[in-house]
């Protein structure tokens, strides 16, 4: 009698019950999973804000305190002098720097008052590829600067989001902060022509190297010397994780769009953007 009752004691769950618990646990994952996964994404996204926001201030304090803007801005592009775009560019992105046939054209070189424009600003080389690739706009000579045509840029008149969304900057759209109007109806803070210019604000940057056409510029902030420690890449993080089972773009960084005037007065800065949608006005 005793056996008896410790082999009831020790008997488990039959096959029927075990597929009961395993049918429930497959029913409350199936409910559960897709919340979780809202809320995954949503986090990324408040973080993706946070980031966004934190390159932006550090732009417009670096530009604040040395009236310049960092150096070695990448252009997005495999190569300095092609119009392919960088390997693992988001899609979003990458659909923007080609030619598509509706009158849009792919990256071009800049005018030389456009070079001179972005010299002003501190911009005098770009990144380009992977790696740290660097080539000069051009060779400065008194006032004029030499072999612009070296570099081309992604021409932005007509870059969207991943929505299809025209991309607009203080309400105005960048045809209309290259003409310095817009219709009449907004107009530009600078009223100048010239061309916008996306720059990828990537680890190449050189926060520390402060000078302007080769001469220091003044790292003296109300007391004692700048020197900024910039721990922040501008890496956004929602392309780069993969959510949807594809495979996800290496080249997911902030863009940083910088309008470069025809008459070679400093260029701006206009805002920025995430590779996947979202801008921020300075």
Known sequence: MEKKMKRAAQKGFTLIELLIVIGLLGALTSLILPSLSADREEALGDVCDYNQAGTLRTLQQYYDIYGIFPNNLHIGLDAAASGDPMEGLPEAQA?????TGDGYTAPSAITLAQAQSLYAAGITQVSFGTGYNLVPIGAVSGDTIGTVGTVVYPTVAKWEDDEGEAIT????SITDWEKGVDSGVNVSPYGEPGRVLCFWITPTLDWNNHKTNGASVNQDWTKGAVDLKISLPGQCPIPAT???????????YYMAYIL????GDKAVLIGTSCPEDGILNP
């Open 95 to 99: 659909v923007n720097m080609v030619s």
């Open 169 to 172: 900057f203080n309400g105005i």
């Open 242 to 252: 993969n959510l949807d089972g594809e495979d996800a773009p290496d080249f997911a």
């Open 260 to 263: 470069a005037f025809d008459n």
